[in-house]
């Protein structure tokens, strides 16, 4: 199978390359690069550092995979950078490898960085995430699965975001957003259950009433966290993926709800 590479692009001795690779014209590809079957590298791409790269990644002009971290706690070593598969690095997108040696940052599978969105070190990344342009999620971050993160928004170290949530443009995220969940503002808040996102995704109107009934129950209710906890085990739904998931989520906070 073949593999097209410019003759004016740089792949360094030791870069591990899979079937049918396209690198473009000054592209480069570091000597600790793993890259599988089906990647495509756009003129002017970097993929560097300790990464691997899954099967039919596509990395557009100027952008950065796998480049050192800003944490000024590192240290010299091999951290490091996994990517699955079918993830998208529009221009200028940079995604940072670990701090400390045998640390890693880590995306899923299916994931959109949309021109100059930044993934910081040590994130931990689950599948179809859309992150906007100008966006940047800092050091020590999780986020779940189908999230939306918009324009111009900032996630805060060590914040988790969960599945299904949408963190709303220019927002300044420096607390937990639980799933299901729209947070807008500065700082960011929760202001409503992603109907639209859980409708398009499948959710039943059973289970997006539930969800709505959670956001009552944490936001609109008075209720302190703990009280509502213990509200949310009672109700009838207890045993449902939406009580059972938002539950946890918010039992596993460390920041506190947005």
Request: net charge neutral.
């Amino acid at each position: 199978m073949s593999v097209k590479i410019h003759p004016t692009a740089i792949v360094e001795p030791g870069a591990k390359l899979g079937h049918n690779i396209e690198i473009g014209a000054y592209a480069f590809v570091g000597s600790d690069v793993t890259l599988a079957d089906g990647c495509r590298l756009q003129h002017h791409a970097v993929v560097e550092g300790f990464t691997q790269l899954g099967q039919d990644c596509e990395v557009f002009p100027f952008a950065v995979i796998g480049g050192r971290t800003q944490d000024l706690k590192a240290r010299p070593g091999k951290p490091g950078l996994k990517i699955g598969n079918r993830n998208i690095f529009r221009e200028y997108v940079s995604v940072h490898a670990g701090t400390q040696e045998g640390e890693w940052t880590i995306l899923g599978d299916d994931n959109v960085m949309l021109a100059y969105s930044h993934i910081a070190h040590d994130c931990v990344v689950g599948n179809h995430l859309v992150i906007s342009s100008h966006s940047a999620v800092a050091g020590h971050v999780h986020v779940g699965n189908h999230v939306n993160i918009g324009w111009n928004a900032g996630v805060h170290q060590f914040c988790n975001v969960g599945d299904y949530a949408m963190v709303a443009a220019c927002s300044k995220c420096v607390q937990d957003v639980p799933p299901f969940v729209i947070a807008d503002g500065n700082p960011c808040e929760s202001k409503m259950i992603n109907i639209v996102g859980l409708k398009r995704a499948g959710f039943s109107e059973v289970e997006i009433a539930t969800a709505k009934t959670l956001y009552q129950l944490f936001y609109r209710s008075q209720l302190n966290t703990t009280q509502a906890l213990e509200k949310a085990l009672a109700l009838p739904e207890a045993n449902s993926r939406m009580v059972q998931a938002f539950v946890k989520f918010v039992q596993e906070s460390k920041r506190g709800l947005a």
